[in-house]
């Protein structure tokens, strides 16, 4: 376990690092909220059904289930720095060559990938800022990791705006090449990246590890320190050591959860016009798309607040209290249908705004809570389940407007809700301030979660 790291002063590399890893946050964002904007042009062009629009819809979603996973045993076994600017170039391939498709067979396949090289990159770029963050902004940086989502998500409804507002509904060909140029501004911010101390020294790269440490921390560390706990090493890695009995609760915790979060929160971003017009919004093409963006926007923000009290409260209680105030304007609108559209608004961006606290910890956990062996798999599988999640919701909730009507809707999004509140009560641990080597170990699993969080690192 390194102390250099965990101590090292928060420097101007840090900073490039985490900007450089938001790229792919923000981009999966941009990606699978721009093609809601397009469909509006891109349906009459192509004649496209409503079957067709659901499967353009969820190829991205489909490609980040199979990647997520996939990619994650992938790095932990070839490394962080190797696939860090690969997955960037297919999605700048795929965006460039999605100017030209004609058939809707073309675009759900360029959807599948660039959804498999969207969720590469989450194991990718998380693990190798968890791996390089001193312990005191740990949190807070991966945490931010999920603003650039948002952030990514609401300039792609501005985008689409635009383009519609100056272009007409013909210009959805240029709104989804337009993410390649947002890949290449990232692929020049990651040149040089390193890679991981960690990951070097675990896989016998010890003087490898020492130097780039020396590079980009500017301090001399021993190579017995940035070596894996010898508890923890000689066992085998990928997804089967994920289920034994040492890390078995702490999958299913950042599935689960990841899982409840993103189920209501992504239909909502999809269909949140739908389910205003449903309270008497009025609706329209503008109207639709300024809106969902607003939506994002009041995520976003809910973000901010969240990333400060993980570090003051701690991780566990700001995830319990966070799903527990999320039921509430959901089981308002559950229990009163016909409530005024201002009132819906006011409870859909209450909802929106205490999704904070989870969005904050979707990638913060599963790094915290695995070793170096395992981590960027770990991240890897709770992309990949909350995908089904993400996929379940954004495909049900409409059938479930048109078929049970609003008010059991949205009961059952605060069930599933409550679903996550129970998961975090049993098994959300207190990671705050831990080294990362410690809040990874596996002896920490032997006891019930501490109800008080340790010391910050000094």
């Known amino acids: ?138 949190g807070r940086l991966l945490g931010q990791q999920i603003v650039a989502w948002y952030a990514g998500s609401v300039l792609a409804y501005v985008t689409g705006y635009l383009f519609l507002r100056f272009g007409g509904q013909g210009s959805w060909r240029w709104m989804l090449a337009s993410s390649a140029v947002l890949c290449v501004v990232f692929l020049v911010i990651r040149r040089g990246s390193p890679e991981s101390p960690r990951w070097l020294a675990a896989h016998g790269r010890v003087g490898d590890a020492v130097r780039v440490v020396e590079k980009h921390l500017g301090v001399r560390v021993d190579g017995r320190e940035l070596m894996p706990d010898p508890a923890e090493a000689g066992r085998p890695g990928g997804l089967r050591l994920l289920m034994t009995q040492p890390y078995r609760r702490r999958t299913l915790f950042c599935g689960l959860f990841f899982l409840c979060q993103v189920g209501p929160l992504f239909a ?66 559950g229990v009163w249908p016909s409530a005024p559209a201002a009132v819906a608004v006011v409870a859909l961006c209450a909802y929106a705004f205490l999704c904070g606290g989870p969005n904050v910890l979707d990638w913060t956990y599963p790094n915290e809570l695995f070793p170096t062996e395992i981590r960027a798999t770990a991240v890897g599988v ?41 998961v975090c009560v049993l098994w959300a641990e207190e990671t705050r301030g831990t080294s990362l080597g410690a809040a990874a170990s596996s002896a920490r699993l032997s006891g019930v979660p501490e109800q008080r969080s340790p010391e910050p690192v000094s």
């Not at 809106?291 to 700001?318: E, H, K, N, Y």
């Not at 990949?384 to 059991?408: E, K, Q, W």
């Open 1 to 138: 376990m390194s102390r250099t790291i965990d101590n090292a002063p928060y420097t101007g590399f840090h900073r490039r690092l985490a900007l450089a890893c938001s790229g792919g946050p923000l981009l999966d964002g941009y990606i699978l909220s721009i093609v809601g904007v397009a469909l509006i042009g891109m349906r009459p062009d192509l004649g496209l059904s409503t079957a067709e629009v659901s499967l353009i819809g969820a190829a991205a979603l489909l490609g980040m289930f199979v990647g997520g996973a996939l990619f994650g045993v992938l790095t932990d076994r070839i490394g962080r720095e190797v696939m860090y600017t690969a997955d960037l170039l297919v999605m700048v391939v795929c965006s460039v060559l999605s100017f030209w498709v004609d058939t809707v067979w073309a675009i759900a396949v360029l959807r599948f990938v660039l959804g498999l090289a969207v969720a590469a990159d989450y194991p990718i770029a998380t693990s190798l800022l968890a791996e390089w963050l001193p312990a005191r902004h740990r």
């Open 268 to 333: 909502m971003l999809t269909f949140g016009p739908q389910i205003l017009s449903s309270f008497g919004m009025p609706g329209g093409t503008v109207l639709d798309t300024l809106g969902t963006g607003l939506v994002s926007l009041v995520f976003l923000l809910g973000c901010f607040p969240a990333l400060r009290l993980i570090d003051t409260w701690g991780r566990r209680p700001v995830i319990i209290r966070s799903f527990a105030l999320m039921i509430v304007p959901l089981a308002l609108l």
């Open 382 to 422: 709770a992309t990949s389940v909350s995908r089904i999640g993400a996929a379940v919701g954004t495909y049900l909730l409409p059938l479930s407007l048109t078929g049970l009507g609003t008010g059991p809707t949205m009961l059952i999004a605060a069930g599933t809700t409550a679903v996550g509140l129970l």
